[in-house]
């Protein structure tokens, strides 16, 4: 059975760092695509960063690119997303997310209908 557990979530001051976890149990990796969604109250759950672990391509939203890096540790089974230069805007609960991986996915990386698998999340508050 896929298991995701989210931890690293809490309170930081604009500007601050904070990297979350997602640890990983119950498929095999390289078979799969891990990705970070956000939600804030009253919007849309969003696509943070993605990777595919079959071959490491990654997705970023423009939101975060050269802020945020989504990077794995293979011995550990558990996907990171480390989160600098944090704003007001960063403020969600994030999700971590597996899907199966499929033929030509590698474009679809950031579509939440292709994760079919969901943590429970953890609160991430950029605050002063």
């Known amino acids: 059975q896929v298991q995701l557990v989210e931890s690293g979530g809490g309170l930081v001051q604009p500007g601050g760092s904070l990297r979350l976890s997602c640890a990983t149990s119950?498929?095999?990796?390289?078979?799969?695509?891990i990705g970070w969604f956000r939600q804030a109250p009253g919007k849309q759950r969003e696509a943070v960063s993605c990777?595919?672990?079959?071959?490491?391509?990654?997705y970023y939203a423009d939101s975060v690119k050269g802020r945020f890096t989504i990077f794995r540790d293979n011995a550990k089974k558990v996907v990171y997303l480390q989160m600098t230069a944090l704003k007001p805007e960063d403020t969600a609960i994030y999700y971590c997310?597996?899907?199966?991986?499929?033929?030509?996915?590698?474009?679809?990386?950031?579509?939440?209908?292709?994760?079919?698998?969901w943590g429970q999340g953890t609160q991430v508050t950029v605050s002063s």
């Open positions: 990777i595919s672990l079959s071959d490491g391509t990654t």
């Open positions: 119950g498929f095999t990796l390289d078979y799969y695509a």
């Open positions: 997310a597996a899907g199966l991986l499929t033929p030509g996915w590698g474009s679809r990386l950031s579509w939440p209908d292709e994760y079919g698998y």
